[in-house]
């Protein structure tokens, strides 16, 4: 089915549902809510009987608020569908959900940040979820405007060339839906211990990898119908080239392909989406290979 999952803040103010039901609606998609409700009862010192009516109640309360949320957002008139979930572990509820093909996206609030021990959903989903994952900003730039799509135009990897297609076309898609401009940031990232160690001359790697993209931004270009001149390209740290374009431009939302590390490395460093995650104002749209 062609629905969004939206994923209802925990917070009185929900940010997550008026963004999706709007993208929802401007895409021609379904959307369902689902929202969590989970307290540790069985350390009460109460009969199980009392702890089922807690149960029930916490359950009633959490849905009342949730559907005054989709009431002030129109959501009844277009039939929204809402799920209310005792749920302890939200992550692999959602990656179940995700993975059993009744959803094309998933939208959700942004949380909190992680930390080495323990990493948040939102980087559990980012590295995990076969379906785009659109995190909402809390805060954002006022006036925003275009949609801002991320490219690394500088691979020579085949399936990071074909995430670049796939990103890109996604993109389009949204920013037409929008009715808004479509930009697209590519980074040329120099080698830093190379540099310091006088191994490649800074500018000379820059100008030779501009000449490289050319072409294919010209490619780009011809094949999904956008000007050469919203293709910006600058070197520099990628999380710092983009968050810095993204401010500029006032971007509502930020797509980008992500390829999750694992294990150890992952925590410590993230990858490319996870470390713009950290900077933005806005909303980041993370699209799988």
């Avoid at 992550?91 to 009744?102: F, K, V």
């Avoid at 999750?260 to 749209?285: F, M, P, S, W």
Wanted: with cysteine; glycine share 6%; proline share 4%.
């Amino acid at each position: 089915m062609n629905n969004i999952l939206i994923v209802a803040d925990p917070a009185e103010t929900c940010v997550a549902i008026p963004r999706g039901l709007e993208l929802a609606r401007k895409l021609g998609l379904g959307a369902e809510v689902v929202a969590f409700v989970y307290a540790p009862l069985k350390t009460l010192n109460v009969s199980a009987s009392e702890q089922g009516r807690i149960k029930t109640r916490l359950l009633q309360e959490r849905e009342s608020v949730v559907r005054a949320h989709l009431t002030r957002h129109g959501a009844a008139e277009a039939g929204t569908g809402l799920k209310v979930i005792w749920e302890k572990n939200i992550e692999q509820w959602l990656l179940r959900q995700c993975a059993s093909g009744r959803y094309v996206g998933l939208v959700k609030g942004v949380g909190g940040a992680p930390t080495v021990v323990h990493a948040s959903t939102d980087w559990q989903l980012l590295r995990k979820c076969n379906l785009p994952v659109l995190l909402v900003a809390k805060k954002r730039w006022h006036r925003t405007k275009p949609v801002l799509v991320t490219l690394d135009l500088g691979t020579r990897v085949r399936s990071k060339r074909a995430l670049n297609e796939k990103v890109l076309g996604m993109a389009r898609q949204l920013a037409d839906a929008l009715e808004v401009e479509l930009k697209i940031v590519t980074v040329i990232e120099i080698p830093t211990l190379l540099s310091d160690l006088d191994l490649i001359d800074p500018l000379a790697y820059v100008r030779d990898a501009r000449a490289e993209m050319a072409p294919r931004i010209d490619k780009l270009a011809r094949q999904f119908g956008i000007p050469p001149e919203n293709f910006y390209c600058k070197h520099g740290p990628v999380e710092k080239v983009i968050t810095s374009y993204a401010a500029r431009v006032r971007a509502q939302i930020v797509v980008m392909g992500t390829v999750a590390r694992k294990g150890v490395k992952a925590r410590l460093i993230g990858n490319t989406a996870e470390r713009v995650l950290q900077h933005l104002k806005t909303d980041v749209l993370a699209i799988k290979p």
